[in-house]
């Protein structure tokens, strides 16, 4: 039987990563203080920021809210999106203001979205990664604004408070000044008890450094997670996978499917190089749950040309996926 032709390794993309807009998501729990944070940005920051909002209901609060701190014609476009959740209905309308914002006469330097205080992030970042956005936006980060005082019951009776802190790159513990040490320590166990990854940040009302904040690259090609081999968490892993041999582009889709993408719940980071057979230089693979990107990326001097992978979940055997991704490789010329 005469296979068809090896589909694509991935969806690649080569964007124009200088000529980007960049975006910060601004994710947290009612009343942890998302738009304290955004105004703060605003407030100390020169650039011409765009920014959209999106509340739960159908009257919008936040965004007067944020209207007040800047005029319009002093470098604030702002947007705000009340017909919906931007993770489920509200998907199409983030897509429009992105669009308008795009095509401005004087655009944006950067793009600042505050979600909803019961928002999932995962389905807008997934639209940030799509294609034909990433074209004209870079995601620079995905922040979680947790209030210190409420965070471990928000935790324990909502499902959503969870979900916003497990893909942060960066957690704000916010209202620090309102509790004392012994409750700091604990909310900042409890935000790694759920995602060991983040940076996270100790502030009071919102204050940040706001040009290390707007400038991470949390999903740029060159950075590659850091994660180390254990992480003090109950059954969170980070395995680490290596291949000598070029990997086929047909048993890496079916393992993609079955060990990434049919175990979102499991399976919270991948950040990595594939090589390919046939394919020139690696491409960089990231995924938060089920949503994933590719960007082909040019071989350095010194690298090794080796696929390398870190996944990063729960209850995952280390033995299982080292076996299961050794199985994608091309078979040598003996074999």
């Not at 809210?65 to 998907?91: K, Q, Y």
Request: net charge negative; aromatic share 6%.
């Amino acid at each position: 039987m005469t296979l068809p032709d090896p589909p694509d390794p991935l969806f690649t993309f080569d964007p124009p990563a200088d000529q980007r807009i960049p975006v910060t998501v601004i994710g947290g729990f009612l009343g942890a203080g998302k738009t304290t944070l955004v105004n703060h940005l605003i407030r100390s920051s020169p650039q011409h920021f765009g920014v959209i909002v999106n509340e739960f209901g159908v009257v919008g609060v936040d965004g007067g809210l944020i209207e007040a701190v800047r005029a319009e014609e002093d470098g604030l476009d702002l947007t705000e999106l009340t017909a919906g959740c931007l993770c489920c209905s509200g998907r199409d309308d983030l897509l429009r203001a992105l669009i308008t914002l795009a095509l401005r006469d004087v655009k944006p330097t950067h793009v600042l979205i505050e979600l909803s205080g019961v928002a999932d992030p995962v389905p807008v970042l997934g639209t940030l990664l799509e294609p034909q956005v990433r074209a004209a936006f870079r995601v620079g980060s995905l922040v979680a604004v947790a209030d210190a005082a409420q965070l471990r019951r928000t935790l324990a009776e909502y499902r959503e408070g969870a979900r916003q802190l497990a893909y942060a790159g960066v957690v704000v513990l916010n209202k620090a000044d309102q509790v004392g040490e012994e409750t700091l320590s604990a909310a900042e166990d409890a935000v790694r008890s759920v995602n060991p990854l983040a940076t996270v940040i100790r502030a009071s009302r919102g204050q940040v450094g706001v040009d290390d904040l707007l400038a991470r690259r949390d999903f740029d090609p060159e950075r590659l997670i850091d994660a180390p081999a254990t992480l003090h968490t109950p059954g969170l892993k980070s395995l680490v996978l290596r291949c000598e041999r070029p990997l086929d582009p047909y048993r890496w889709h079916a393992f993609l499917r079955e060990y990434i993408l049919s175990r979102p719940a499991e399976v919270l980071r991948v950040k990595g190089y594939l090589s390919f057979h046939d394919q020139p230089g690696r491409i960089l693979f990231q995924s938060v749950r089920d949503v994933f990107t590719a960007d082909r990326v040019d071989s350095r001097p010194g690298e090794t040309g080796l696929t390398e992978l870190v996944v990063i979940g729960r209850g995952l055997e280390k033995t299982e996926y080292e076996s299961a991704l050794a199985g994608c490789q091309m078979e040598t010329a003996s074999s």
